[in-house]
T-cell receptor, first 112, second 116 residues
Framework: AQSVAQPEDQVNVAEGNPLTVKCTYSVSGNPYLFWYVQYPNRGLQFLLKYITGDNLVKGSYGFEAEFNKSQTSFHLKKPSALVSDSALYFC??????????FGAGTTVTVRA | DAGVIQSPRHEVTEMGQEVTLRCKPISGHNSLFWYRQTMMRGLELLIY????????DSGMPEDRFSAKMPNASFSTLKIQPSEPRDSAVYFC??????????????FGDGTRLSIL
């Protein structure tokens, strides 16, 4: 089965600083990777996906992610974090024809 | 455009009662997913429908859980009888062409279920 791991339960950064949320994957075959964000009392919102092509994927709200095949990583990044970016972030990988396997999530706190 | 709509947003009921959760997917989406989210187990896929047909219900925890999709615009998840360990947030999600697994899933805001 395909899987992802998010090694950090929490990430804390100051507003205006770069934000990185880490994700590593384990797949057989080509990886199809996704990032979602969940704000309190809301459902998951799609941020971006990597299917093929450029290793740097741009998504919503100024987020981007870098696919690194040699390190089997797909880290989410934002150059300048906002307080409003505080949320729970999930990395996911396609597992089979329709399933998504989600990581455990990383709580991001951006302090003013 | 309206997103995925779930109702109720919150449900508190006593053990043994029947609980019905409702979902209206995004119009035109042909795939529908029910998930459960808990602190201990994270996000779990309960059941997947494609074109209103249940394709994979291997995540349904036990016979007390059932799900239906009578048409393209409505699905229900029912728990009967409910137990305290069913307390969780239940999400419905829909997508286009999930058979290829490349389209993003769009989530509703969930139903927070508390079984006393």
């Amino acid at each position: 089965a395909q899987s992802v791991a998010q090694p950090e339960d929490q990430v804390n950064v100051a507003e205006g600083n770069p934000l990185t949320v880490k994700c590593t994957y384990s797949v057989s075959g080509n990886p199809y990777l996704f990032w979602y964000v969940q704000y309190p009392n809301r459902g998951l919102q799609f941020l971006l996906k990597y299917i093929t092509g450029d290793n740097l994927v741009k998504g919503s709200y100024g987020f981007e992610a870098e696919f690194n095949k040699s390190q089997t990583s797909f880290h989410l990044k934002k150059p300048s974090a906002l307080v409003s970016d505080s949320a729970l972030y999930f990395c996911a990988v396609r597992d089979g024809d329709y399933k998504l396997s989600f990581g455990a999530g990383t709580t991001v706190t951006v302090r003013a | 455009d309206a997103g995925v709509i779930q109702s109720p947003r919150h449900e508190v009921t006593e053990m043994g009662q029947e609980v019905t959760l409702r979902c209206k997917p995004i119009s035109g989406h042909n795939s529908l997913f029910w998930y459960r989210q808990t602190m201990m187990r994270g996000l779990e896929l309960l059941i997947y429908f494609n074109n209103n047909v249940p394709i994979d219900d291997s995540g349904m925890p036990e016979d007390r859980f059932s799900a239906k999709m009578p048409n393209a615009s409505f699905s229900t998840l029912k728990i009967q009888p409910s137990e305290p360990r069913d307390s969780a947030v239940y999400f419905c999600a829909s997508s286009l062409g999930a058979g290829q697994g490349l389209q993003p899933q769009h989530f509703g805001d969930g139903t927070r279920l508390s079984i006393l």
